[in-house]
């Protein structure tokens, strides 16, 4: 995993896609400075994007332990850290566009991937949501678990925007 990590930061051919976003983030900021302080963390001394990403992770986990151990009488706490976990989801893909959106190429590049692997994998939970709405619980937990291995390979190459890379130089917060 660590080389194809290490690959997507040269991998040009994502650049069209990094360009287009890039600009659209950017320029979303730019009008809206103040919402952009607070994505990058200057309120709280340093990114914010790493901190909130412990909430849908956790919130996730949790509800992934409930559905494996917890048995029917846990069904109701699983499908409310569910649901939390997505919502808590929204301010955390904010932050990491923010901090994403100022980075090298590199980092973009690979900061392209996680995004798009943590969406996915978003998308799963939600999906996960929906089928326990209808009763189908037992797909909904499958659907569940899938997603969770789908955020795992997110978090992975989150771990290595942090720790490879040094995303966000500085933590944003000059």
Do not use: F
Not at 122 to 150: K, N
């Amino acid at each position: 995993m660590a080389r194809v990590a290490a690959a997507l930061e040269g991998r040009e051919d994502l650049d069209d896609a990094v360009q287009a976003l890039a600009e659209a983030v950017s320029g979303l900021l730019a009008d809206h400075p103040r919402l952009a302080d607070l994505l990058h963390g200057r309120p709280v001394g340093h990114a914010l994007h790493p901190l909130l990403t412990d909430l849908p992770i956790g919130l996730w986990t949790g509800a992934n332990v409930l559905d494996l151990v917890g048995g029917r009488r846990s069904r109701e706490a699983a499908d409310l850290l569910l649901g939390l976990g997505i919502l808590s989801a929204v301010p955390t893909v904010a932050a990491g566009l923010a901090d994403w959106s100022a980075a090298n190429r590199r980092v973009q590049r690979v900061g392209l991937v996680h995004a798009a692997l943590n969406a996915a994998g978003t998308l799963l939970y939600v999906a996960s949501w929906r089928l326990r709405r209808r009763d189908r619980h037992a797909a909904g937990v499958a659907v569940a678990l899938l997603g969770a291995g789908v955020v795992t390979a997110g978090s992975y190459l989150g771990g290595h925007l942090t720790l490879r890379l040094g995303s966000p130089p500085g933590g944003l917060v000059e």
